[in-house]
C-alpha cells in the first residue's frame, strides 16, 4: 500500500501522520509504503528522518522516500493526504486583519468571512495542481485534505476534477468534549450525529448510547446553571447560538463566529496579529510579520520586554513526541477503504448527494459517513432547524460563487461573494478592500479581471 504525504515538510502535520499510519496494524498487513513529499527540501530531510526512525523503533517493516517531485511522489499512489500553506502567517495575518480595518467584524481569518475568501482563492491553485496530477497518474487514489479551508477547497476540487476527495478536520471533536465536560459524561458514551459545513456544525441528537435517553433536555438545563465565564473564549458564542437555535455548535467562539456577524461581541480578536499601524505596514519589505495567537489565553503575557517571539523558535524534537495516535479520521478511512476495518467516521467534508435536506447535492457538507464499494458515502442527516439551514445555505452560495470566480478568473464574481458574506455591511469598503487584497497578495491570488 502506497501512502503519499504532501507537506510533509510541516512537523505537526506529517508526525502526526506518519505515526498514525505506522501504528496502524491493518495497514501493516499490507505492506506499507510511504512517500514524503515537500517543495521545502530542508524541512523534508528532517521528517524523512524522523519517520525512518520510528519505523526502526517501532520494528516495522515500511519502506520509506521522499521527494521535492509532485509527479514522482503521485505516480501509482493508492491514498495522497495533503496539508498545505503558503507562506501562512505572513498572508494569514492579512486575512484576519485587513477586513477589519475597512470595519468588518472578522473575527477569525481561516474559514468565513472575507478573509476566508481569500485564504481559499490561495489555496486552489496549489490543491488544484496536486488534484490534477493524481487525475492523471493514480486516477482511482482517495485524496484525503486537511488543507484549509476545507469546505471551499473541496468544493473547488469536487466541481473541477474527477478526484475522489475527502477533507478531514478534528473541530467535530472539539464540540464532543464541550458536551462531554457540560453533562460529565464520558465522550466515548455519547452518540452525537452532527451536519453542517466545515467549522461550523450541529449536533442534531445527543443521547446515551447505553440507555438511549436523549440528552438534550439535559444539556439545556445544566448549560442554564453554568458559570458564565467558564470556558468563555472556548464556548461563549457555542452558548449564545445553542440557546437562540436549539442545537449545540461546533468546534469553539472563533470559527464558528466566522460566519455569523454579531459574534464580535463573544470572541475578543485584536491580539491575534496586533500590530500598531503607526509604525507603518507589517507587510512592507523587511518588516516582521506580526505574531500570531489562536486565542488570546495562549499569549504569554508574562514574557519579560526583551524576549524574542516565541514563535521564532524551534518545536521541540520530533523524537521526544508521545508515539500514540492522534483523533484524526485519515488512518481509519484508510483502514476501511483499503483493509476492509469499519471504523466510526463522524466527521467528513464530501458533496452533499441529499445528506442534509434543503442543500443542493455538490455543496461540500460535514456530516458523518461510511464505506461502500470502497468510497465514502454520506449519512442521511435530519432536515436541520431553518435558522440553522439558512445560515448554512447562505455559505453554500458563497463557495460556487467563489469556484466560479476562481474558474473564470471574475472579480465581479468575488465581490458578489464577499458582498453576500454576513460581516460585510458596506459596499464602498468592501470594494476598496477587495482592491488592497488584490495588492498585498497578487502574486500568490489567480489571476482576476
Known amino acids: 500500500m502506497r501512502v503519499t504525504l504532501i507537506g510533509a515538510g510541516s512537523r505537526e502535520f506529517a508526525g502526526k501522520m506518519v505515526r498514525d499510519l505506522l501504528l496502524s496494524q491493518p495497514i501493516a498487513e499490507k505492506g506499507l509504503e ?9 524541512p523534508l530531510a528532517e521528517v524523512e528522518a524522523y519517520t525512518r526512525h520510528l519505523v526502526g523503533r517501532l520494528g516495522h517493516t515500511a519502506s520509506v522516500s521522499s521527494t521535492t517531485d509532485l509527479d514522482a511522489a503521485v505516480a501509482g499512489t493508492d491514498f495522497v493526504i495533503t496539508a498545505i500553506e503558503r507562506d501562512r502567517y505572513r498572508y494569514w495575518s492579512q486575512d484576519f486583519t485587513v477586513p477589519r ?26 490543491l488544484l495542481e496536486i488534484a490534477r496530477a493524481i487525475e492523471r497518474l493514480a486516477p482511482d487514489a482517495l485524496f484525503l485534505n486537511f488543507s484549509n479551508p476545507e469546505h471551499k477547497v473541496c468544493e473547488a476540487i469536487s466541481r473541477l476534477t474527477s478526484v ?28 452525537l450525529p452532527a451536519a453542517g459545513i466545515n467549522h461550523f456544525t450541529w449536533f442534531q441528537a445527543i443521547r446515551d448510547k447505553e440507555t438511549g435517553e436523549d440528552l438534550y433536555p439535559r444539556l439545556r438545563e445544566l448549560e442554564h446553571e453554568a458559570n458564565w465565564v467558564s470556558d468563555w473564549h472556548e464556548i461563549g458564542l457555542s452558548r449564545i447560538l445553542f440557546r437562540r437555535f436549539g442545537l449545540w455548535p461546533s468546534p469553539s467562539a472563533n470559527h464558528l463566529g466566522e460566519y455569523i456577524s454579531w459574534a464580535d461581541d463573544y470572541v475578543p480578536t485584536q491580539l491575534q496579529y496586533f500590530h500598531d499601524p503607526a509604525d507603518g505596514s507589517p507587510w512592507r519589505e523587511g518588516a516582521e510579520t506580526p505574531e500570531w495567537y489562536y486565542e488570546i489565553r495562549f499569549a504569554d503575557t508574562d514574557r519579560p520586554f526583551r524576549a524574542p517571539n516565541p514563535a521564532a523558535s524551534l518545536e521541540a524534537s520530533l523524537e521526544d513526541r508521545p508515539v500514540e495516535s492522534s483523533e484524526e479520521l485519515a488512518i481509519p478511512i484508510i483502514e476501511w477503504v483499503a483493509c476492509g476495518v469499519e471504523r466510526d467516521l463522524p466527521a467528513v467534508n464530501i458533496p452533499n448527494r441529499g445528506a442534509i435536506p434543503g442543500l443542493p447535492d455538490d455543496m461540500v457538507v460535514e456530516v458523518p459517513a461510511r464505506v461502500e464499494n470502497g468510497a465514502l458515502v454520506p449519512a442521511q442527516m435530519e432536515p436541520l432547524p431553518t435558522g440553522v439551514l439558512a445560515m448554512v445555505q447562505l455559505q453554500g452560495a458563497i463557495h460556487k460563487l467563489l469556484v466560479e470566480a476562481y474558474v473564470e478568473q471574475s472579480k465581479a464574481k468575488l465581490l458578489q461573494a464577499i458582498l453576500l458574506d454576513p460581516i460585510v455591511d458596506n459596499h464602498n469598503r468592501a470594494v476598496a478592500m477587495l482592491d488592497e487584497f488584490l495588492a498585498l497578495q497578487g502574486d500568490v491570488l489567480p489571476p482576476l479581471r
Open 34 to 42: 510511504i512517500v514524503l513529499m515537500d517543495i521545502a527540501a530542508e
Open 101 to 126: 480595518k475597512y470595519g468588518f467584524k472578522q473575527v477569525y481569518g481561516e474559514n468565513g468571512g472575507p478573509g476566508g475568501l481569500f485564504h481559499a482563492l490561495r489555496q486552489f491553485g496549489p
Open 164 to 191: 475522489k476527495v475527502v477533507g478531514l478536520c478534528h473541530g467535530y471533536f472539539y464540540g464532543v468534549r464541550q458536551i462531554s465536560a457540560l453533562l460529565d459524561i464520558p465522550a466515548d458514551r455519547l452518540e
